[in-house]
């Protein structure tokens, strides 16, 4: 059975569950939106994300290796979104999102200058949308910010 084809099939399983568990809560409306707005067109989306996924592996029978030579990427991004997890409040948001978007850039080949740089960008734009704009609650850390 292709990759792909699996991978789609389990995220639409997640999709569903998901878009299950909005529905159970209050939706809401497009102005007042409740706590199951997100988790149902959240669902929808992925669900459609998956379906076409689904279809698109079907149409395609390649015969690919089952390890591409660079899989070991795959193991250090899934290493370093748990210690995103694990950093995130002891270091706070701005120094682990950054060493995270920092390790993301340089995994991609990118230069110092230019990974430094995005990195610094995406930090400070996140940190503008989800503190500054939403006023959400982010962790601080000991550095402060």
């Not at 989306?45 to 689904?54: E, F, K, P």
């Amino acid at each position: 059975m292709p990759r792909d084809l699996v991978s789609g099939l389990f995220w639409l399983a997640v999709a569903i569950f998901a878009a299950l568990q909005g529905l159970a809560l209050n939706l809401g409306s497009l102005n007042r939106p409740g706590p199951g707005f997100f988790p149902f067109w959240g669902g929808v989306v992925l669900g459609v994300l998956s379906v076409v996924l689904i279809v698109r592996s079907r149409r395609r029978a390649t015969t690919r290796p089952p390890v591409h030579p660079e899989s070991w990427k795959l193991l250090v991004v899934v290493g370093a979104l748990l210690a995103y997890l694990l950093l995130l409040e002891p270091l706070g948001f701005v120094a682990v999102t950054f060493l995270f978007l920092l390790l993301l850039f340089r995994l991609e080949r990118r230069g110092w200058g230019f990974s430094a740089v995005s990195a610094a960008i995406g930090t400070l734009a996140s940190y503008a949308l989800f503190q500054v704009w939403l006023r959400t609650q982010l962790p601080t850390g000991p550095f402060g910010f």
